[in-house]
């Protein structure tokens, strides 16, 4: 099994400054994914961050915009830049293991 | 890309009777089908999920029915209560990895 922690929880950011998430696991695994949930939508993915080497991003999503670090095998950050109120989402780290994927609890931001 | 199409996006039953959603996918490499379920202000949890040797999977009121080579599979839940109305999700597996692919949602209200 995986335990993830994610934080902030939540978080109220003025236009046009940035935020850091992170997500820490208590066991190493190869790939993380960070999801994006948009008030009333589903859930997208952002990036798959990997240890030791570049995110990948999925179409419609920037590395200027969603840095991504992935310094080991158990902890991520998302840094969310230069932000507007259309970035008001909540954030969800993601990862697997053996059969299971697990979620961490999410990061609610409103930008102001 | 995987296409994942997910019906109906809002469903209203009577509390008591059943809900079938149906979620239809476009990646034959997909071997893991989840569902999950969102209540306001909390993050998507994992209800049932069935993978690619399996044609039905249930658990309590919940089932899950897999068409692999119809590439769709469907929720059901029985006696239907307040307490399921929520929205729910689909989100195949994509690309034999742990990325997961949501679906539009479904959002279900049960009338007492």
Redesign the interface.
């Known amino acids: 099994s995986a335990v993830i922690s994610q934080k902030p929880s939540r978080d109220i950011c003025q236009r046009g400054t940035s935020l850091t998430i992170q997500c820490q696991v208590d066991s190493q695994v190869t ?1 993380m ?1 960070w ?1 994006r949930q948009q008030p009333g ?5 952002i990036a ?1 961050a990997n240890q030791g080497s570049e995110a990948t991003y999925e ?1 419609g999503f920037v590395i200027d915009k969603f840095p991504i670090s992935r310094p080991n095998l158990t902890f991520s950050t998302l840094t969310v830049s230069n932000m507007s109120p259309e970035d008001s989402s ?1 954030y ?1 780290c ?3 293991t053996g ?1 299971t ?1 697990y ?4 990061s609610w931001l409103t930008v102001v | 890309g995987e296409n994942v199409e997910q019906h109906p996006s809002t469903l209203s039953v009577q509390e008591g009777d059943s809900a079938v959603i149906k979620c239809t996918y476009s990646d034959s490499a997909s071997n893991y089908f989840p569902w999950y379920k969102q209540e306001l202000g909390k993050r998507p949890q994992l209800i049932i999920d069935i993978r690619s040797n399996v044609g039905e999977k249930k658990d309590q009121r919940i089932a899950v029915t897999l068409n692999k080579t119809a590439k769709h599979f469907s929720l059901h839940i029985t006696e239907t209560q307040p307490e399921d109305s929520a929205v729910y999700f689909c989100a195949p597996q994509m690309d034999s990895s742990y990325k997961l692919i949501f679906g539009s949602g479904t959002r279900l209200l049960v009338r007492p």
């Open positions: 790939m994914f999801y939508q589903s859930l997208t993915l798959t179409s909540i969800l993601s990862v697997g059969n994927i979620f961490g609890e999410g």
